[in-house]
């Protein structure tokens, strides 16, 4: 008997714990992506008690090809009550632009012009970018100086290149 006695509060709490108010789970995901990535959805759940269902998706806007802020809106309908949930994702542009230096001529006698080559320059999303250009060429004396290329998209992107001229007698 006293086995049995200890068996019916446990089931006791058991089922008192299975009539829990339904939690939403939104599993983390990659909700802020790279232009031209590939958002993978990592879904919502309704939670409650021991069941997990699956929320389905009502409608999603996300275009990767495209910089913003887009909506996934989730709904399940479980025990006659509807239950919704948003997860929000951004498309950004995290990646700084290309450039290379254009082939020149780098070495010239001092008094001489020194004629820069210039570099060219792409970019994953902008067609625009601004070129800084910074240098300490000196052709009046011999030496080796820079000019530095800092080249910067419309989201503060930026990469940086370096070319050395040698000033010779």
């Known amino acids: 008997m006293k ?5 019916i509060p446990l089931l006791f709490i058991i ?3 299975s009539v829990q108010n339904p ?3 939104l599993p983390i995901g990659q909700d802020i992506i790279n232009i031209t ?4 959805d990592e879904g919502c759940y309704l939670k409650s008690g021991l069941t997990n269902q ?5 409608s999603s806007n996300v275009n990767s090809e495209e910089l913003g802020q887009y909506e996934i809106v989730y709904q399940i309908v479980y025990k006659e009550i509807t239950y919704t949930a948003k997860r929000i994702v951004m498309i950004v542009d995290r990646v700084p632009p290309t450039a290379a ?3 020149g001529i780098d070495t010239i006698k001092a008094n001489n012009v020194h004629v820069d ?3 060219t320059t792409t970019d994953n999303y902008d067609t625009e970018l601004s070129i800084e250009v910074i240098s300490n060429v000196d052709v009046t004396t011999p030496g080796t100086y820079s000019i530095i290329y800092i080249v910067t998209d419309d989201f503060n992107n930026k990469i940086q290149l ?3 001229v040698t000033v010779t007698e």
């Open 3 to 7: 086995k049995l006695l200890f068996l």
């Open 15 to 17: 089922s008192c714990n």
């Open 23 to 25: 939690e939403i789970t």
């Open 37 to 40: 990535e590939e958002h993978i």
């Open 54 to 58: 699956e929320m389905l998706v009502v």
């Open 101 to 103: 230096l254009l082939e």
């Open 117 to 119: 080559a210039g570099i």
């Open 162 to 164: 370096t070319r050395f």
